[in-house]
Nanobody
Framework: VQLVESGGGLVQPGGSLRLSCVAS????????MGWYRQVPGEQRELVASISPGGTTNYADSVKGRFTISRDDAENTADLQMNSLKPEDTAVYYC?????????????????WGQGTLVTVSS
């Protein structure tokens, strides 16, 4: 089971980016999906999360600017980031609670992606 992120890059302040995360493997369920970010030397922090029912949660610093969504048919979670600020610069990680068949048996795992760098700079 793995999560793969895409969509990071360099953007000017005030610009937008859309991050995507896709889960792959012998998955039979996905619980909460979330996006986290980490700046070197600091703790990883939750940016946004979304439950299977669509309930969302956002860090105060991104409310009104970022939107998280998911597509359970495709096992994906996206993060639309608007009005980006230099302080949004970080490596962004996708996280999910996944039910999958591993080694022939059902397992419930917490899975992290490898991260994608977002740089907001003029």
């Amino acid at each position: 089971v793995q999560l793969v992120e895409s969509g990071g890059g360099l953007v000017q302040p005030g610009g937008s980016l859309r991050l995507s995360c896709v889960a792959s493997g012998k998955i039979f369920s996905i619980n909460i999906m979330g996006w986290y970010r980490q700046v070197p030397g600091e703790q990883r922090e939750l940016v946004a999360s979304i439950s299977p029912g669509g309930t969302t949660n956002y860090a105060d610093s991104v409310k009104g600017r970022f939107t998280i969504s998911r597509d359970d048919a495709e096992n994906t979670a996206d993060l639309q980031m608007n009005s980006l600020k230099p302080e949004d610069t970080a490596v962004y990680y996708c996280n999910a609670g996944v039910g999958a068949v591993v080694g022939g048996s059902p397992r419930y795992l917490e899975v992290w992606g490898q991260g994608t760098l977002v740089t907001v700079s003029s």
